[in-house]
């Protein structure tokens, strides 16, 4: 078994594998996401036999359907919330995008899309271009896996983005399937996110101090995963608030797949206590004036209905921007967080309101990351998807562990299985 890294070495964004085999085994392509810059960045071009999708972000899934914009129609294998997730994104990407050549595809595209999708719960192995594939809850966000595919020789463990911790939204994953090789995310591999308790109480009393003293608060989040669990928190503590943007529709669709959350009448409780924005008759000017919690899109300021409410609520020291997420550099969020100014609409804008940075990261900290690979410590791991994936590697080696970080491009070859030989 052979294993091409064509995206997501040494990088967060682009994610792809292409796997090929001996035999009887054709070359399956695990993820085909895309970068956020602008334009966005893809990975390598390929021709997969067979598709397996691990999650429905955009740096995962984001170019799938420009698989099939020639003439072949590879099959895609996801979960039912990711299927969903995708399409969602690449409706999006096209709205976005599609008057120019950044994007990589078409409606048309995404049509055949829904047509080659096929859709697997987890733990239920399923074939795919001649491998035995399986998909384990990773908990990262609904429909998430950990993909391990084998072709009788070679057990290969895909674990996509996971988090081993729990979160209001998801489960932390437990799965820890036998395997010869990890390929490993490690986006944040020298960080430790504080207890997620702890978070959520400092941002829920920051939130309500604010909406105390009068002002309104502005929650820039991811629409999926984000949105929906700072809804949760929102109604764990009594916190009013709306909900606008992209995470709106995601959050809708959830509803529709209970067995893919940890606790589905929470998320009914959560989505029944929040006010879902329609954006008509200049509601969302009214909606400021109102003094309340705003969760909308996009999570780093760079679009979507924040822009409509950071130019309403910025002068007001009483007001209050929380940013949910991660802010690349470069994106406006990340700007507002050095500076105090962000480009919205065109125009460099000072903020005044008050602004703060909570960590609720969907990913396995230091901590978490070595929790996970402590299952595989006789088995060799490649590091992949971080912006310090050789560092990592090599603090790895240091605790014992066969570690490398493939660089873009490169092939490698997986040991066969110890199990097969005896």
Request: net charge negative; glycine share 10%.
């Amino acid at each position: 078994m052979d294993i091409e890294f064509l995206g997501g070495a040494g990088e967060i964004g682009r994610s792809a594998l292409l796997v090929t085999g001996k035999g009887d085994s054709g070359s399956l392509l695990l993820d085909f996401g895309m970068s956020t810059d602008n334009p966005p960045r893809l990975p390598l071009d390929c021709e997969p036999d067979a598709v397996v999708v691990s999650h429905g972000h955009l740096d995962h899934a984001g170019a799938v359907p420009a698989l099939l914009s020639g003439e072949e129609r590879p099959p895609v294998h996801w979960t039912p919330p990711t299927r969903e997730l995708a399409i969602t994104l690449a409706r999006d990407t096209l709205k976005l995008h599609g008057g120019s050549y950044r994007c990589p595809f078409t409606e048309t595209d995404i049509a055949r899309l829904t047509q080659v999708s096929e859709t697997h719960g987890y733990r239920e192995p399923f074939e795919a271009a001649g491998y035995e594939v399986t998909l384990y809850d990773a908990g990262h966000i609904p429909g998430s896996a950990h993909v391990l595919v084998t072709d009788g020789d070679t057990r290969l463990l895909y674990t996509g983005d996971f988090h081993t911790a729990d979160q209001r939204l998801v489960s932390g994953t437990t799965a820890r399937p036998d395997a010869d090789l990890v390929i490993c995310e490690s986006t944040y591999s020298d960080v430790s996110h504080d207890p997620r308790a702890e978070v959520e109480q400092r941002f829920a009393e920051s939130v309500k101090t604010t909406l105390w003293e009068g002002g309104t608060v502005v929650i820039p989040a991811f629409a999926i995963g984000r949105t929906q669990e700072m809804l949760l928190v929102c109604e764990e503590d009594d916190i009013p608030c709306y909900v606008d943007g992209m995470g709106k529709g995601v959050t809708e669709m959830l509803r529709r797949y209970p067995e893919f959350l940890r606790d589905p009448e929470a998320f009914r409780r959560a989505t029944s206590h929040a006010r879902f924005v329609t954006g008509r008759d200049g509601q969302r000017k009214r909606i400021v004036e109102q003094k309340a919690a705003i969760i909308t899109t996009s999570g780093m300021l760079s679009g979507g209905p924040a822009m409509t409410y950071i130019p309403e609520i910025r002068d007001n020291p009483t007001n209050k921007i929380t940013m949910t997420g991660y802010q690349v550099e470069g994106t406006p969020g990340r700007e507002l967080l050095d500076t105090g100014s962000a480009e919205i609409d065109g125009r460099v804008m000072p903020v005044a309101a008050r602004v703060e940075s909570y960590d609720f990261s969907a990913h396995a900290d230091r901590e978490g990351l070595f929790e996970f690979l402590s299952s595989y410590e006789d088995t060799p791991i490649l590091v992949n998807h971080g912006d310090r994936c050789g560092a990592f590697a090599a603090e790895l080696r240091e605790e014992g562990y066969e570690a490398s970080a493939p660089e873009l491009g490169e092939t490698v070859t997986a040991p066969s299985s110890t199990r097969a030989q005896r």
